[in-house]
Each structure stands twice: as structure tokens, then as C-alpha cells.
């Protein structure tokens, strides 16, 4: 088992988690924190920290593609060790859902992707990374997300 940061730390980023972390598997992006499964003890520390409740147990159903991305951005962006400051929008981004969608460009650097269809990605390095299954079918979306897939498309993301 491991922890893993989840949809809310988009936009939030709130660093609380990391002060207590122990064995610092924190790692920062643009946006958002992740956890690196491999170097995360389970000691559960980190999750009573975070103000935003994006901290969870991998154990909780539907948490795989979560899981993915921090285990993929944990090796791309920077080790963080200490508090910072959240991210200006941290309040009002807090608790909005599907945070996930909205964002087409995760950390700094080589982690950076890039959407180039509804259903495919591009890091900056330019390795291709699929839309993860749990995203869910765009035409299963409300008429409001289809709108904004729409608009993304017409601009070429």
C-alpha cells in the first residue's frame, strides 16, 4: 500500500503534508503535488495534513490512474522537503471536481504534457502517454464538459 495525491491538490497545492512526511517522497509540479509510491513508507502521516483532503490510500477503489501519474511524475519533477506557500487560487479551487479535465499542463521541465487529442499526450521529451480509462468516454460527459472539450479541440490542445 501507499499514499497517493489525488484530483483536489490541482490548483490548491497546499505543502503541509510535505513538513511531515518522513521520508520526503513529496515531489512538486506546476500545479500539483505527487507522492512516489516506491520511496512512500504508509505511514499515513501526510493525510490528516492536507486542508485539501487530496491525500488518500491507494487502497480506495478507483485510485489507479492516480497512482500512475504519481508514480509517473515522481521521477520528473523536483524533490520538495518544505513548507511553501499554496498557490493563490488554493481556496476558491478547493473542493471543485474533476479538476483533472481543466488541466492539460502538469510541472515544470521534462514533466510538462502537452494534450494533443481527446485522447492522447505528449511530454515535453516527447514520450506519448494514453488518456487514462478512468477519465471516462468524453461523449459521456454533460453538454457543459462536452463544450469545453469541444473548445480545447478548436484550439488545438
Not at 32 to 52: K, Q, S
Amino acid at each position: 500500500m501507499t499514499y497517493v495525491v489525488t484530483d483536489n491538490c490541482i490548483r490548491c497545492k497546499y505543502t503541509d503534508c510535505v513538513e511531515v512526511c518522513p521520508v520526503d517522497c513529496f515531489y512538486e509540479g506546476e500545479n500539483f503535488l505527487v507522492i512516489h509510491p516506491d520511496e512512500c513508507i504508509d505511514c499515513g502521516v501526510c493525510e490528516p495534513e492536507c486542508p485539501a483532503g487530496a491525500i488518500k490510500p491507494d487502497t480506495e477503489p478507483g485510485l489507479d490512474m492516480w497512482l500512475k501519474l504519481n508514480a509517473e511524475f515522481s521521477t520528473q519533477w523536483p524533490n520538495i522537503t518544505v513548507k511553501r506557500d499554496p498557490l493563490p487560487e488554493a481556496k476558491e479551487m478547493d473542493g471543485v471536481e474533476e479538476k483533472i479535465r481543466e488541466v492539460f499542463f502538469f510541472g515544470t521541465g521534462t514533466g510538462r504534457l502537452r494534450r494533443v487529442s481527446a485522447a492522447r499526450f505528449v511530454t515535453a521529451d516527447g514520450r506519448q502517454m494514453a488518456r487514462p480509462e478512468s477519465w471516462g468516454n468524453p461523449a459521456g460527459t454533460s453538454r457543459l464538459r462536452a463544450r469545453r472539450l469541444d473548445r480545447c479541440r478548436a484550439a488545438n490542445y
